[in-house]
């Protein structure tokens, strides 16, 4: 792994040149600070240092140019940028526009808005995901190259800063099958190994979106072995919608890795019911379907007329409808479900 070192270069042609300015450092891990090599699903971060060098970077420029810069990503997705901080107290990150285009295929632009002072810069932080699909040894890697446009007197081709790392993810164990199923208002979790070396324990995590992960269950590793094992895992309170899954398998030293990626969908309607609907005045109404943990109702003006916490979340409940009126009401389970119910 190499950074390309940063030349800098300021002739002076006109009194109004300018010289854009971009340096940039090591790619690392987000999840502890460390460089390469990385491992499939971890988020990868660099620095990019942009400012001025040799006279002001005035805006709108001489001769009408914008200062910008193009950031171009390889073996990284999800990619995000924000805004540290600058060594002028006076810049922020409403001095740029950056457009981060969801292909990551695509550059990321940066365009400078306003004056950035001589020998001043801002630093942004640049952060990917490395893709499930990458191939041990394949290579992570940034290139930084600022476009200096119609200005006059600037160092094109030297502000072009690069990192690289490569790919290492091997699981310390061979994981012939993981796969993860719906069944009623639960997700079952179910996968086998034919060799482990030192394996601790798998960590069950789960996510929302397939990006932020937080560990819901742990299954201890059999250590080490050459014969076909078989595990199991029950999430018993998925949420309604897409459940990401993945199994993050430690070594007895604390290091890790993390499995393929499996997705459930849950559908809200199919995992609640409301009965009797309609129901009479007076009449319990049974709600069933799923670990039941808040029930609100709402009336035609959105008013809460009944509010219920469980300490134990149960997959069955009765609310009486002897305080509600004739009419149409929304009953609302967990904060996501919903049901419409009839008391008349």
């Known amino acids: 792994m190499k950074l390309y070192s940063l030349l800098l270069f300021f002739i002076p042609i006109l009194a109004f040149s300018q010289d854009p300015d971009v340096q940039g450092e090591p790619i690392y891990s987000q999840s502890d600070g460390t460089g ?32 910008e810069i193009n950031v171009s990503t390889q073996n990284l997705i999800n990619r995000t940028v924000e805004f540290i901080n600058s060594s002028d107290v006076y810049l922020d990150e409403n001095f740029f526009t950056v457009t981060v ?29 490395v893709p499930e699909t990458a191939t041990d040894g394949s290579i992570v890697r940034y290139q930084a190259n600022g476009v200096p446009g ?6 094109a081709g030297n502000d072009d800063p690069s990192n690289e790392g490569t790919v290492e993810g091997i699981l310390p164990i061979e994981l012939l099958s993981f796969t993860a199923f719906a069944h009623k208002d639960e997700v079952d979790l179910d996968w086998e190994t034919a060799t482990e070396l030192n394996n601790s324990h798998f960590e069950v ?8 992960y937080t560990t819901i269950g742990e299954v201890r590793g059999a250590g080490t072995s050459s014969q076909v094992l078989d595990y199991a895992f029950t999430d018993e309170q998925p949420t309604p919608g897409k459940n990401y899954y993945r199994l993050k398998q430690v070594d007895y ?28 005045p ?17 009336n035609m003006l959105g008013q809460i007329v009944v509010d219920k916490v469980y ?15 004739q009419g149409i009401y929304t009953t609302r389970v967990n904060g996501v479900d919903e049901k419409r119910v009839v008391v008349k």
């Open 150 to 155: 119609a200005y006059s007197s600037t160092n």
């Open 101 to 129: 285009p969801e292909d990551p295929n695509v550059q990321i632009h940066f365009v400078q808005n306003s004056t950035i002072p001589f020998a001043n810069y801002s630093w942004f932080n640049v952060c990917g995901t």
């Open 311 to 325: 300490d134990h979340p149960q997959s069955s409940i009765t609310i009486s409808s002897g305080n509600l009126a």
């Open 36 to 67: 390469t090599p990385f491992k499939r699903n971890e988020t990868v971060c660099f620095v990019l240092k942009m400012g001025a060098v040799g006279n002001d970077l005035n805006y709108p420029p001489m001769p009408n140019a914008p200062f």
């Open 205 to 212: 995590q789960r996510s929302p979106d397939g990006r932020n």
């Open 253 to 280: 030293n604390g290091s890790f890795d993390y499995s393929p990626v499996r997705m459930v969908t849950l559908g809200a309607d199919s995992r609640l019911s409301v009965f009797p609907n309609p129901v009479a």
């Open 282 to 298: 007076g009449s319990e109404i049974t709600i069933q379907g799923q670990k039941i943990r808040t029930v609100k109702i709402y």
